[in-house]
């Protein structure tokens, strides 16, 4: 059976032309709902943030959409903590958030893989994550991508991932990925910035007998955040 993947950097819900403080699940949920994504990697999440209201944004979030939900923390923020998560139409299980390495000596912010194993109504089972890469230092990236590529390969069973990789694919940290998942954009339609967009750093990637069957950038939800939503229906 198809299944559709989303991964969406949704700016902690904070739309680019509102001021700081504004936020807007309801938009977010929006754009997930009318896509009818069962799998959705999440980055920029606030969880218990003065910014963000106190509100548990990906636990909004599945209680709008009627979804699982997975958290990964990178790190404290606010009062509470801001990273990357999970939904999923369909049970969860194996749950992680796998810290990723960083160049000796470095002082920003941590970086991590949230993972979760998804059964399927036809009882198949994969493994999703959700990602999102240093944006300051090449060599971070490549660490880091380094990293999910040997859990990714180590895994014994069909491995799909969704994230803002902060990287274009003629890059190091992609090539990285890319010996051992396989792109699931044929497009390459570029995903930043909302506005005539011009380079494409959010993927999903997969690992396993997949095709591809549909894919799309959501280029007409340009308000809700600072990226644009990629989806792919992988059969």
Do not use: W
């Amino acid at each position: 059976m198809p299944v559709s993947v989303m991964t969406y950097n949704i700016h902690h819900a904070n739309p680019p032309t509102q001021q700081e403080g504004f936020i807007d699940l309801d938009t977010i949920a929006q754009t997930i709902r009318k896509t009818g994504a069962e799998l959705v990697a999440l980055q920029e999440l606030d969880s218990v943030t003065v910014r963000s209201g106190k509100q548990f944004q990906l636990k909004v979030l599945a209680e709008k959409l009627g979804m699982h939900y997975y958290y990964g923390k990178a790190i404290p923020y606010q009062g509470g903590g801001y990273g990357v998560g999970i939904l999923s139409r369909y049970p969860v299980s194996d749950m992680r958030t796998v810290k990723l390495p960083n160049v000796e000596g470095f002082e920003g912010e941590d970086r991590v893989l949230a993972l979760v194993k998804v059964t399927l109504p036809d009882n198949r089972t994969v493994y999703f994550g959700s990602t999102h890469l240093d944006v300051k230092l090449e060599g971070n990236r490549v660490l880091q991508a380094k990293e999910i590529a040997a859990i990714a390969c180590q895994l014994q069973a069909p491995v799909i991932i969704g994230g803002d990789f902060n990287s274009t694919d003629d890059k190091a940290p992609m090539k990285e990925l890319l010996g051992c998942l396989t792109d699931a954009s044929r497009l390459k339609a570029p995903t930043i910035p909302v506005i005539n967009p011009r380079r494409r750093i959010d993927y999903i990637l997969y690992k396993g007998d997949f095709e591809v069957r549909e894919e799309e950038v959501l280029t007409a939800d340009n308000y809700g955040s600072d990226h644009l939503a990629f989806r792919a229906k992988l059969q």
